[in-house]
T-cell receptor, first 114, second 111 residues
């Protein structure tokens, strides 16, 4: 199993540009999570989906952020327009189903907005 | 979810057991204790979880006190590759799937 796949691994963009981060969960997993990690705020959940439906998006910082899961094998996190304070490592994770199952994290995307 | 308290950092000698404590004094009866770790520049990795009985797997052992107000993660023979930030998280059965990460314990395994 390839695990959770994220792309790109690194992204450098200028302020005001649109950024799209991509995630492929582990096959058969029904829940998908987007986290953001910064030195100041640590690791925080942005949004999670179950069976492709957003369940909790209370962590999405503002309207510039949006996430979609068009099918069970793909999700995107979009930032438009991007700002320097969005610079962080963004992790995607998946788990087998709702409940107590452990979450498997991808390698992350390091985003730098200049 | 109940909050947890962990020491900021710990050191351990290679080959020795690493014992990482966690306090969760306000834990509820249906809340499980989870441990994850994050090796530098990688995504967090699940280690183990338990409710009230001690648990062991190929990575670690989890010892939960009888009153469930604290727990200890034990890495029986720490290696340099175990250097990481270790997070203790409590999470309710039937509740949100959210994992709320605190600051964790930075464990440094020294040669």
């Amino acid at each position: 199993d390839a695990g959770v796949i994220q792309s790109p691994r690194h992204e450098v963009t200028e302020m005001g540009q649109e950024v799209t981060l991509r995630c492929k969960p582990i096959s058969g997993h029904n829940s998908l999570f987007w986290y953001r990690q910064t030195m100041m705020r640590g690791l925080e959940l942005l949004i999670y989906f179950n069976n492709n439906v957003p369940i909790d998006d209370s962590g999405m910082p503002e309207d510039r952020f949006s996430a979609k899961m068009p099918n069970a094998s793909f999700s995107t996190l979009k930032i438009q327009p991007s700002e320097p304070r969005d610079s962080a490592v963004y992790f995607c994770a998946s788990s087998l189903d709702r409940g107590l199952n452990e979450q498997y994290f991808g390698p992350g995307t390091r985003l730098t907005v200049t | 979810d109940a909050k947890t308290t962990q020491p900021t950092s710990m050191d351990c000698a290679e080959g020795r057991a690493a014992n990482l404590p966690c306090n969760h004094s306000t834990i509820s009866g249906n809340e499980y204790v989870y441990w994850y770790r994050q090796i530098h520049s990688q995504g967090p990795q699940y280690i183990i979880h338990g409710l009230k009985n001690n648990e062991t797997n190929e990575m670690a052992s989890l010892i939960i006190t009888e009153d469930r107000k604290s727990s200890t993660l034990i890495l029986p023979h720490a290696t340099l590759r175990d250097t990481a930030v270790y997070y203790c998280i409590v999470r309710a059965q039937g509740g949100s799937e959210k994992l709320v990460f605190g600051k964790g314990t930075k464990l440094t395994v020294n040669p």
